[in-house]
């Protein structure tokens, strides 16, 4: 009878292949691009939940997310959305007409049928922005330079090669006995509790390890999958929505352009963005990776895009040449100017102030790189007053090192600096022979020393007494290291009434 049954299960096996039921979400879920009224949900489909041969292989069949409103008893809004090979087995739920300022809980599961599925694999909760009405509280976190390869260790990085890059050895990897859970950050942040997560670039590196160094989309792929397998990512996501740009390192290569005959190309760049973010609805082609978002009340922020409509970095800086493409920056200044938010918050993926290394020529800082099109943006700005009154911040990604740089022109830039120590490294400082800026113009109200991984914590906090004379909102920028020691902290209010707007014509 034993060997009876021992056969028949084997057949089941057999013939069964990969079920429904063999899969799972491994990954977990993660929720991206809310705003007041929309908010794409996504979970990729698994063949289990640990990584063989450094990735994580995909599933193919049903996954369905189940929404309700949190607190309130109602029949959830269900969506069944295949995962396929074309899609790296990932499937992503749109929800609309959602209201502002509210809650929500999303159940998911994987199943062909409801009588296939398994329960609710994973949850997620997430809260709508408050928008433009919303007379209420904020608070966001920005992060960059999440290096796994240098988090973990990796022989095949050029330790000669990165010294030359940062002007420092490399760091040593993580030790402690949590390494398996990942980034130390994140559990941080979750503590926190910020309304959002926003990852300015170099989400993962597609050029780190260098040898070899990831150029076809398998290997594209891979990067993301080891990333966010990690338990701290899957619990922060869980809890907390995200918003994501990209920078060199998750594009094509380090300080890389649309230009060069190599791997991976700026379309499957593209792709695989869309493809592995929640930037936008699943399979939205021409969707635009610049935006902006109205938080709450008092606070706008602006996500520009740097590098898909970009000038080759050897061009001579002059007019012609952009980071941004025409299209985006007059979408830019005429936003800019329509908006009557108290804070507007431009987040660029690479700096605008800084200072940096005198060798790169890749973004708005450097000498030879495209300063024309940040002067010319800074005077734009000085000459409709939208520089004037703590109104308006420039918050950066892509430098390993935190600091608050103020411009000869008065203007203001946060860099997030480096989420993992063994990624960050000590700044170039104003007046440094080696850095752009060497004649000292730019002003340092913080710059980070010692090094260390970490974030930035923003926070919008209203009037307390609208319409009262003496009171006004403010912003909170504090500087955290990864372990949630604060760093350094600064208040801004605004020193004129929020009501003034001016009229864009």
Known sequence: MKLILAILSLLAFMTSGFGQNDATLGMGAMVGEVTSTVAHVQARLTKGDKLVDRDLAGAAGTITFSLTEKGIKSAPRTQSIQAIADTDFIARATFQNLKPGTEYNCEISHGETPKDRIGTEREVTFKTLPGAEGNVASKFVVVTGMNYAKFHGDDRIDKKQHLEENNTELPKPYEGPDKALGYPALETILKMKPDFFVGTGDNVYYDTPDNPRAEKIPDLRQKWHEQFIQPRFRDLFAAVPTYWMIDDHDYRIDDGDNSGDYDPTSQVARDLMLEQLPVAAMNDRDAKTYRTHRVNKDLQIWYTENRMYRSDNAMEDGPKKTIWGAEQKTWLKKTLLESDATFKILVSPTPMIGPDDLRKTDNHTNIGGFRHERDEFFGWLKENELDKHDRFFIVCGDRHWQYLSVDSTGIEEFSCGALIDANSRLGRKPGDPASTDPEGLIKQA????????????????????????????????????????????????????????????
């Open 446 to 505: 913080y710059v980070q020393n010692p090094r260390s991984g970490g974030f930035l914590m923003v926070e919008s906090t209203p009037n307390p007494n609208s319409g009262e004379e003496g009171t006004a909102a403010k912003l909170t920028f504090t500087w955290h290291d990864e372990k949630g020691v604060v760093l350094h902290t600064t208040e801004k209010k605004p020193r004129f009434p929020a009501s003034k707007k001016i009229e864009f014509f």
